[in-house]
């Protein structure tokens, strides 16, 4: 018998090593140990930690601890290179990315077996998608960076980034945050993963290599504490970050208040849907690549598994069968499908996950294929018999764990898609146009990809819905997230407090009452749900004039009021699903039934501010062109058809959050209360408004016209009171899923810090002195948030 | 596993329980779903996800030849182009590639010689003595247009000179008008027809246009009792594609899920090099297991596609680059 023969029997693929030598030459060049890379150059490296290869637990390389020095040090080179970075041409920006996406090509084989090196992902995953996603990325922002100007008018750079990002795409990662970054002006200091730290320090190198100025780029290796001095350190802009749900949180709460310009892209538990009529094989391989592409270490894997009852027997061992084939191992080796967890600790926790499920009584089935017996591996896993109340399928594994469950009914699948605090990616599988459509519109999910999973494009949006983060990295609108309109390097902190946001209410009598108040008394209420309903606490306060005398009594709303009126904001969800053009009419309505009574609004705002005449009717008039304004926009806030890949519509669908919270400015009563609640209505979104506490009776006037103009029950719904106990409530409420306050300060600080439990999106700002020109896209585009839909065609 | 010998020619199917076809059953077939990007993708990772070097591709190329249907089907065949065909086919590697791969006990020949029915005498002579196997196109190669009767009378004819394969092509409007009765009659009679000899049904994938089809039509003709599937005539404008032949593995195994028989596999124009040889070796390892990489059950219909594995074993054994003329040519 000779190797042939033998090999002829086996029909094995044998081994397909891919070479390492060039990568650890490059490494054994290093073993002083890397530096961090600010203002252009490695600094002297201290305080090193080890970097290991997991599929083998060898050290590969020393990397340093940033301390807050470093941090600060990479942050003052940031800032120095900014102005010259952001004045340059959008032209001469372009060049810079282009140059860098063309050194990463040039560079691509050692990239990948670096990556897969240091991560213990299969080199054809990092060869074939890490690493050609990393140039696209780059080329696709060298256009943006020359359009910018044209297509982005009247914006700029938000200034210093900094970004964190994890260790299962680490190079990809890098290229979804500087690559936007740098297109659009800004420069950045960017924390790579402690576990996977070396392409990024690579990546420094092709930096200088590409010529990029210095300071542009900056990169500072470390742990969490490193990461959470970036996020504390003043000179920051804005914080990008990608990684778990539970730093997210962190982060959200120690930026509240600062004026940081935050995106998060977060953790997920996201189905796969097969229905009855889908293509069962190619649904297998679309689960293979859903969760067992990179050890399932994906935020958006495709982690649970949702079949038609009728077929998921059938579905399950054809899984099983595929299961068999996957070939678990080195990650160089060509022939790997899945690869090394990352670290020890990450390997100990989905044993953890997974024997916790199997105490519970789910069913584990581990494939039976061999495993290396030294490194961290984990064999593919697929889990039956599991309800929606098992860890198995709440917890995110992070490993390459399936759990499978089924459904019935098209509804039921939905809910069961749902079921879940996580919003950011799903998979559909239907050969049916018509259901494959509505099940995507209906899943509360960033990403929709029909009869596919796991694409990713430069041109399209990615990030998630709910506690899966917000923000968009790729496409319009991810580049969005690093421009802005604002006042340059304007921090909310420096905002005093205003007078008004303090506005102290008493639920005591006894004050008097401006002149002129011999009319029937009128009691304005809070109004919730369509009805005008008397506060839970049976309580009312003046409103007062600029003389300290009462105008008028509002209700005094609590913590009760405001649960009330997310519950009649929730019932009132239809009002997203309406037609456009439906919306439109009753802004018209609205429009034309405020113009017929400005005379009584206008009077009602001097009667509170004390105004001039002139400028109470100009507040008026501004209200009425602002429903207007609105009307018109409502069917023309149209999504987009990203250019993505051959043969895929990708869509991208501008829903509206659902239930919104709005906190009113305290000045222009009128003005400031409908610039805010119109166009989130206008976008389908049902509001629960907080009006200015000191000149509340302008909102409350509002609601009869409310009731006159057709406004279906609960989509507008108004709670007055103290501004601070209500905001915080309202901030905090989990089924909120987006706040506006245009309170700045404090105000504003405490609404991010509530919003942290269940990371809404907020848009926090002090409120504009002039009221005229507040309105326009940019309100639209936080009305909603952007659902990328990827839909294959052809036959 | 053929253990007497690595590469003594089996005929199609003939290691394995022979199909006794089913009842023509809709239901097998209607209500599966193919997506064709969703093929497309599949079919496009796959070959990247495998990767055989060294001793293990040369082992692999050697098994490729076994598996090759090395075919002439031009008008301008002669019996002279036959029979050096044919003594290609029994010695498809030179004496020293195969004194070098240590193969000298048990030297390679090809799958099958294939053939017009007029040649098939010449070639069952010129491969007297051999094992390999004469495979014969019939029933109206390559469009099937010609009348059911004599479609049916050419594989007579065929069977009668001596074929042990008859590579037969269906209607192709049956299946586009979805006659599946039509062509379940069809395939019927002709497996009647051949008799001893093995049928393989060569559907034609690229005249059928959907993946859809092209699964119905697999399923149809596995149902009446076909031995292999073949994806092309060779002469369509698309051949033997990876999504088809994806698609036809995937009919089988379903099929052999619902019958408990194991039906072959041909992949046929289009297949070149040696790269090719691979990529659907690897296919059928990953989608049916080892079973499916024999010539019982897969083969490769190709006539320019052995001089490049020749090649290939050549740069395996000398370490260097090896140019066509250096090898025999069939």
Known sequence: MNKITDILRSMDYGPAPESDEQVRAWLAGKSGGFGHFIGGAFVAASALFDVTNPARGERIARVAQGSESDVAAAVAAARKALPAWSRLSGDARARHLYALARHVQKRERFLAVLESLDNGKPIRESRDIDVPLVARHFYHHAGWASLIADEFPGRRPVGVCGQIIPWNFPLLMLAWKIAPALAAGNTVVLKPAEYTPLTALAFAEI???????????????????????????????????????????????????????????????????????????????GVVDAIWFNQGQVCCAGSRLLA??????????????????????????????????????????????????????????????PLPTQGCFYPPTLITEVGPA??????EIFGPVLTAMTFRTPEEAIALANNTRYGLAASVWTENVNRALEVAARIKAGVVWINSTNLFDAAAGFGGYRESGFGREGGREGLAEYLTSGPPAAKLAATKPTKANATAVSAAPGLAPAPGGDAIDRTAKLYIGGKQTRPDAGASYAALDPKGRSVGLAGLGNRKDIRNAVEAATKAANWGAATAHNRAQVLYYLAENLESRAREFADRIRAQTGVAAREARDEVEIAVRRAFYYAGFADKYDGAIHATKTR?????????????????????????????????????????????????????????????????????????????????????HEGVDAVWCFGGGELGALVERASAGNLKATWTRAAPTEWADEQGRDYLRRATQVKNIWTPYGE | MNEASQFEPAGAGHNRKRNAGAPLETSWFEPVGVNASAVERRAASLPARRSVKKEFQAAW????????????????????????????????????????????DDPPQVGAVCVYPTMVATAVKALAGSSVPVASVAAGFPTGLTPLKQRLAEIDYAVGEGADEIDIVITRAHVLNRDWNALYDEVSAMREACGQAHLKAILAAGDLRTLRNLYAASMVAMQAGADFIKTSTGKEEVNATLPYSLVMLRALRDYRDFTGFEIGFKPAGGLRSAKDALTWLILMKEELGLNWMQNDLFRIGASAMLTDLERQLSHYVTGRYSANDRHAMA
């Open chain 2, 61 to 104: 190329l050697v098994r490729a030849i076994t598996c090759i249907d090395l075919t002439t089907l031009a008008g301008d065949d002669t019996p002279g182009r036959v029979v050096r065909l044919c003594a290609k086919a029994r010695h498809p590697l030179d004496e020293d590639l195969i004194e070098a791969l240590g193969l000298a």
């Open chain 1, 308 to 369: 038609a009852e009728s077929i998921a027997e059938k579905l399950n061992a054809k899984l099983r069968a595929r299961m068999i084939n996957l070939r678990v191992g080195d990650p160089l080796d060509k022939s790997t499908d899945v690869g090394a967890i990352v670290a020890p600790v990450q390997l100990e926790r989905i044993k953890r996950l997974v024997e916790a499920g199997e105490r519970d009584g789910a069913h584990v089935w581990r494939a039976p294929g």
């Open chain 1, 648 to 732: 895929f519509v990708t869509l991208a669908m501008n829903e509206p959050w659902g239930v919104m919270g709005i906190i009113a400015p305290v000045a222009a009563p009128l003005a400031g209360f409908v610039s805010m609640v119109l166009p989130a209505i206008a976008m389908g979104n049902c509001v629960i408004a907080i009006p200015s506490a000191a000149h509340p009776l302008s909102a409350t006037d509002f609601y009869t016209l409310l009731d006159a103009s057709d406004v279906p029950a609960g989509v507008v719904n108004i709670v007055t009171g103290e501004t601070a106990a209500l905001a915080k409530t309202l901030a905090e």
């Open chain 1, 390 to 395: 098992s860890i198995l399928a709440r917890e």
């Open chain 1, 207 to 285: 930096c200088v290599e590409a010529g990029l100025p210095a300071g542009v780029v900056n990169i500072v290796t470390g742990d969490g504490t490193t990461g959470a001095a970036l996020v504390a350190h003043d000179g920051v802009d804005k914080i990008a970050f990608t990684g778990s749900t539970e730093v997210g949180r962190a982060i959200r709460q120690a930026t509240a208040g600062t004026g940081k310009k935050l995106s998060l892209e977060l953790g997920g538990k996201s189905p796969f849907v097969v229905f009855e009529d889908a293509d069962l094989d190619s649904a297998v391989e």
